[in-house]
């Protein structure tokens, strides 16, 4: 999914204003894009990667799988889409999932839901639950390659209004499975590592009017994760990635409290995502890529509150018993 530059920073700043303009309500958004995502080759050992096709290393073998798989619940209505190949570089994409009362006014379309778009809907107005992931691409791609490597998105949203008995959540899911083969020619190991350019805007909001009032309990949570294994399958073990991480981590939490309702937003464009490297045999190994995206939110009646209730319909039988002893 790529889009003009100038369409990229317009649209993150339009996010950003749609989701710290919220006035009344509860939200979370979670979304998070790679891409790009290629593999890089150092065969010297200096930690460098070298001007050459990593697929003259390594070749991909029967037995891999690409799934998208997406979930949304909106006040106990759930449902759920699975798009599952039998080839780890197959396109995959889950379908457009969206749940709740707002759901025909929120102008989302089957993956047009991204940071790169604009469309985001990152915004309290409406009750909607929204679930999206698509991937194509092969994610062990030449970085000289123009069409280079894997790209992919997963997207959830939640939304609720007001109300003092909603809940409303969404799940996105890539899992990739690549069986590879990497075949050296030389004697001496060689040292591998993956990139890619991310696109994510992660928040959880809940207004002030709701922060403070002490009569309502919300919550708002979102996460997005990226994250990478290598495990041999000769010994079983897992190779380690040195230098660097393994994956990322954005995640956000909303607390009905006065002033702490929005703590942050975590937004970016372009950004360059290296994992460590992790140095190799000859031999076969699993390729494990995994991202996500989550969101949960919640607005009901505060404990203190179902405790008075409770309390009052206890004091209306004893009055209505009193009455009949009478």
Do not use: H
């Not at 609720?160 to 409303?168: L, M």
Request: hydrophobic fraction near 40%; proline fraction near 3%; aromatic fraction near 6%.
């Amino acid at each position: 999914m790529k889009f003009a530059t100038t369409i990229k920073y317009a649209a993150i700043a339009g996010a950003l204003v749609t989701a710290s303009n919220a006035t009344a309500g509860v939200s979370a958004t979670a979304y998070l894009e790679l891409n790009d995502l290629v593999v890089q080759i150092d065969t010297d050992g200096d930690l460098v990667p070298d001007p050459i096709n990593p697929l003259d290393f390594i070749t991909i073998l029967p037995g891999g799988s690409r799934s998208t798989s997406t979930f949304a619940d909106n006040n106990g209505i759930s449902d759920s889409d699975l798009d599952s190949k039998s080839s780890a570089t197959a396109d995959s994409d889950a379908g457009l999932l969206c749940l709740g009362a707002s759901c025909g006014v929120l102008g989302l379309s089957d993956n047009g839901q991204t940071v790169d778009g604009g469309n985001l809907v990152a915004s309290d107005a409406f009750y909607y639950s929204v679930a999206d992931a698509q991937v194509t691409g092969s994610a062990l791609g030449n970085p000289a390659d123009p069409n280079r490597g894997a790209t992919g998105f997963t997207y959830a949203d939640t939304g609720i209004a007001a109300g003092n008995d909603e809940s409303a959540g969404a799940n996105s899911n890539i899992a990739n499975d690549i069986l590879t083969r990497f075949t050296l020619g030389v004697l001496t190991d060689i040292n591998v590592r993956f990139s890619a350019l991310m696109d994510y805007f992660v928040d959880a909001f809940i207004s002030p009017d709701i922060a403070n009032d002490s009569l309502r309990a919300a919550t708002s949570t979102a996460k997005a994760t990226f994250g990478i294994e290598l495990v041999s399958f000769d010994t079983g073990a897992t190779v380690s990635l040195n230098d660097g991480p393994s994956g990322v981590t954005f995640n956000d939490i909303a607390i009905d409290q006065p002033g702490l309702g929005d703590l942050i937003v975590r937004s970016g464009n372009d950004v360059d995502f290296t994992s460590g490297w992790a140095n190799v045999s000859e031999g076969t190994y699993q390729l494990t890529i995994s991202q996500t995206s989550t969101v949960q939110s919640t607005l009901v009646p505060a404990p203190t509150t179902l405790a008075m209730a409770a309390f009052g319909l206890l004091g209306l039988g004893l009055t209505a018993r009193r009455r009949k002893q009478k």
